[in-house]
């Protein structure tokens, strides 16, 4: 019986020493998302360069898939496909009409949403009545800077499209005013045209309505105007926050967007 009570102590004792240990052990850390961002119209994959660096830095893993810029569907679908090759939960930023994709997704995996000077609808919504130019006074993304082409799309009819872009005398002024004339250059030689259908189509019912969300507002955009921008914001119901920059804040405030993704991510 001695030998029966040293032996209940002693085992008292270990458990109380094991569960001390446990509880001033940190808790193992939640696996980082990974963050997966969407470019928009008039831009490519690098318009991210300086985000991606960022967060790549900061210990995440980051996913920039092509964005077609042929059609709210066609381009969420081919942004699923690199969703469906990631496992682990996901952060999904998208900019300018990257947002209008984004908001088309519904996977599970997707954590958060982050909109970063972006087109965020509801249900029914097209993107081009977000530039009314009555309601949110102020883009210019018009003519002359709006120019049009036909492109070779088999999205199109008869596997022709009409398409916009930037023209090159206004694309600095316009798209990106507050980065250098290089930079200007450098983003203007990556520029992708966008399917003018692609402002026409509507919305399904957006991910936003059931997934948190962010909002980045660039407060000197002369594409979405801020207006529109803090009208979808406020709208969605989304964490806020305002920047003095261009619609390419991703490009000229790098580092602030960052922190918003970051913040999203839960870091």
Known sequence: MKFGTIARGALTALALSVTAAVAVTPAQAAPMP???LVHGAFADTTSWDGVSAQLRADGYRVVTPDNPLRGPAYDAAAVQRTLDTISGPIVL???????????????PQVESLVYIAAFAPVQGEIAQALLDPIR?????????????????????????????YLAQDRFHDVFAQDVTAATAADMFAHQRSIALVANLQPSVRPSWSDTPSWYLVSGGDRVIPPSSQRFMANRMGARTGEIDSSHVSLVSRPAAVAAVVEEAAGR
Do not use: C, E
């Open 93 to 107: 930023v998208g900019h300018s009409y990257g947002g209008f994709v984004i908001s088309q997704i519904q996977d």
């Open 136 to 164: 949110f006074p102020g883009s210019q993304l018009w003519p002359p800077a709006l120019q049009v082409k036909m492109v070779d799309d088999p999205q199109g009819l008869a596997g022709r499209n009409i398409d916009g």
């Open 34 to 36: 990974t963050v997966v």
